[in-house]
Protein backbone atom coordinates (compact mmCIF):
# COMPACT_ATOMS: atom_id res chain seq x y z
CA UNK A 1 0.00 0.00 0.00
CA UNK A 2 1.22 3.44 -0.75
CA UNK A 3 0.21 6.39 0.96
CA UNK A 4 0.10 10.26 -0.74
CA UNK A 5 0.47 13.36 1.26
CA UNK A 6 -0.23 15.97 -0.44
CA UNK A 7 0.33 20.14 1.25
CA UNK A 8 -1.43 22.95 0.01
CA UNK A 9 -1.79 26.32 1.37
CA UNK A 10 -4.19 28.60 0.06
CA UNK A 11 -4.97 32.45 -0.26
CA UNK A 12 -7.20 32.56 2.18
CA UNK A 13 -10.07 34.20 -0.01
CA UNK A 14 -9.93 30.89 -2.29
CA UNK A 15 -10.20 28.30 1.40
CA UNK A 16 -14.28 27.97 0.77
CA UNK A 17 -13.99 27.05 -2.78
CA UNK A 18 -11.74 24.38 -2.52
CA UNK A 19 -13.55 23.00 0.38
CA UNK A 20 -16.86 23.01 -1.96
CA UNK A 21 -14.88 21.71 -5.00
CA UNK A 22 -13.21 18.73 -2.61
CA UNK A 23 -16.71 17.97 -1.06
CA UNK A 24 -18.34 17.54 -4.75
CA UNK A 25 -15.27 15.42 -5.52
CA UNK A 26 -14.38 13.63 -3.11
CA UNK A 27 -16.28 10.13 -3.61
CA UNK A 28 -15.24 10.34 -6.81
CA UNK A 29 -11.64 10.58 -5.81
CA UNK A 30 -12.39 8.21 -3.46
CA UNK A 31 -14.33 5.45 -5.62
CA UNK A 32 -11.55 5.92 -8.47
CA UNK A 33 -9.56 2.06 -8.72
CA UNK A 34 -7.21 1.56 -6.06
CA UNK A 35 -7.85 4.38 -3.83
CA UNK A 36 -8.83 2.83 0.06
CA UNK A 37 -9.07 5.58 2.04
CA UNK A 38 -8.87 9.48 1.66
CA UNK A 39 -9.11 12.11 4.28
CA UNK A 40 -8.87 16.01 4.33
CA UNK A 41 -7.27 17.78 7.27
CA UNK A 42 -6.74 21.42 8.27
CA UNK A 43 -3.78 22.73 10.12
CA UNK A 44 -5.24 23.75 13.51
CA UNK A 45 -3.20 26.99 13.66
CA UNK A 46 -3.39 27.92 9.83
CA UNK A 47 -6.73 27.93 8.48
CA UNK A 48 -5.67 27.87 5.05
CA UNK A 49 -3.41 24.89 5.13
CA UNK A 50 -4.29 21.59 4.21
CA UNK A 51 -3.31 17.84 3.36
CA UNK A 52 -5.03 15.51 1.37
CA UNK A 53 -4.04 11.46 3.23
CA UNK A 54 -5.21 9.06 0.22
CA UNK A 55 -4.19 5.20 0.67
CA UNK A 56 -3.47 3.39 -3.01
CA UNK A 57 -3.03 -0.27 -3.44
CA UNK A 58 -0.05 0.19 -5.97
CA UNK A 59 2.14 3.42 -7.02
CA UNK A 60 0.38 2.21 -10.61
CA UNK A 61 -2.98 2.76 -8.84
CA UNK A 62 -1.82 6.32 -7.86
CA UNK A 63 -0.82 7.22 -11.27
CA UNK A 64 -3.72 6.12 -13.07
CA UNK A 65 -5.71 8.23 -11.00
CA UNK A 66 -2.84 11.19 -11.98
CA UNK A 67 -3.31 10.52 -15.57
CA UNK A 68 -7.08 10.92 -15.44
CA UNK A 69 -9.35 13.47 -16.72
CA UNK A 70 -11.30 13.43 -13.16
CA UNK A 71 -7.64 14.69 -11.89
CA UNK A 72 -6.60 16.82 -14.48
CA UNK A 73 -10.39 18.50 -14.07
CA UNK A 74 -9.97 18.86 -9.70
CA UNK A 75 -6.11 19.70 -9.64
CA UNK A 76 -6.66 22.57 -12.29
CA UNK A 77 -9.14 23.92 -10.37
CA UNK A 78 -7.75 23.42 -7.25
CA UNK A 79 -4.29 24.76 -8.13
CA UNK A 80 -5.40 28.61 -8.95
CA UNK A 81 -6.13 29.05 -5.57
CA UNK A 82 -2.67 28.23 -4.02
CA UNK A 83 -0.73 30.66 -1.95
CA UNK A 84 2.08 28.67 -2.84
CA UNK A 85 2.70 25.47 -4.70
CA UNK A 86 1.91 22.36 -3.20
CA UNK A 87 4.15 19.74 -1.84
CA UNK A 88 3.76 15.66 -2.43
CA UNK A 89 5.04 12.97 -0.64
CA UNK A 90 4.39 8.74 -1.52
CA UNK A 91 5.20 7.20 1.37
CA UNK A 92 4.80 2.89 2.80
CA UNK A 93 4.42 2.53 6.74
CA UNK A 94 7.49 1.19 8.24
CA UNK A 95 6.08 0.31 11.66
CA UNK A 96 2.56 0.62 13.41
CA UNK A 97 2.66 1.52 16.62
Same mark, same amino acid.
Given at each position: ????????????? +??????? =? *??? @?? $??????????????? +??????? =? *??? @?? $???????????????????????????????????????????
Amino acid at each position: MLIRIVKMQFIPS +QVAFFLA =L *FDA @HK $HLIRNFEGCTHLDLW +QDTHHPN =L *FFT @HS $HWQSEQHLAQYRDSELFAKVWKQTRQGFEVPAQAWSVVSVMEC
